[in-house]
């Protein structure tokens, strides 16, 4: 049984491009893993997922995408799944998706998404229209602690961050591109008024000698 376990893993700055049995593809992004029984494929499309990805399901029966935060149910359409310690979010670019967790339950529809707070699902109209921002390489955060951000810096860098409680907890709004690591830094850190000290593949920030 376990040989018919396909166990796919995008590792730190890495991302990965997968077709699976029925033609349907994903795309992995950094520290991401998926998992789904090749042999069973054909009678059910269900897969396990951790970290992030984008979907494009060709039609056909349910397919499923299982996190330990909720599932998402479609039957052809193009999605994206964020699931990770800070939260559970989903978008849907195209077709319509269902969304569960526990008692709550979505629909999704194109240009809509939603996220898990509290054990709630919330539903919400997307601004930015179809485009799937870490496909874009870009990183948008509204209000978010830097604890957070900087998990993101990791894993698109391979790095390691470190920086006090202190400057964790302070909120972040703004973008970074994964494209270079030393623009991300300051795109970061520059309005924040914090200074990052690069070691390798070590970074500790800091708050600016001016604070």
């Known amino acids: 049984l376990l040989d018919n376990n396909?166990?796919?893993y995008a590792g730190p700055a890495e991302r990965i491009a997968h077709v699976l049995p029925d033609e349907s593809k994903i795309q992995l992004?950094?520290?991401?893993?998926?998992?789904?029984?090749?042999?069973?494929?054909?009678?059910?499309?269900?897969?396990?997922?951790?970290?992030?990805?984008y979907f494009e399901v060709e039609k056909g029966q349910k397919f499923i995408v299982?996190?330990?935060?909720?599932?998402?149910?479609v039957l052809g359409t193009s999605f994206n799944v964020y699931n990770r310690e800070d939260g559970f979010r989903v978008q849907c670019t195209s077709g319509k998706v269902q969304v569960t967790s526990g008692d709550a339950k979505v629909i999704l529809t194109p240009d809509s998404g939603t996220s898990l707070i509290n054990g709630q699902l919330y539903k919400e109209e997307l601004k930015q229209g179809k485009d799937i921002d870490w496909l874009n390489k870009i990183y948008r955060f509204d209000a978010i602690p830097?604890?957070?951000?900087?998990?993101?810096?990791?894993?698109q860098f391979d790095v390691k961050v470190t920086m006090t409680e202190e400057i964790s907890k302070r909120l972040y709004t703004g973008t970074f591109e994964a494209t270079d690591l030393n623009k991300a830094l300051n795109s970061i850190c520059f309005p924040m008024e914090l200074s990052p000290i690069v070691q390798g593949n070590k970074i500790r920030i800091e708050l600016d000698a001016d604070n």
């Not at 299982?66 to 599932?71: I, N």
């Not at 830097?146 to 894993?155: A, G, M, T, Y």
Request: hydrophobic content about 35%; glycine content about 4%.
């Open 66 to 73: 299982k996190t330990k935060s909720g599932d998402v149910t």
């Open 6 to 8: 396909e166990n796919i």
């Open 29 to 53: 992004n950094a520290d991401s893993k998926i998992r789904y029984n090749k042999k069973a494929w054909a009678s059910e499309r269900t897969l396990s997922l951790v970290g992030e990805a």
């Open 146 to 155: 830097l604890k957070v951000v900087f998990e993101s810096v990791q894993r």
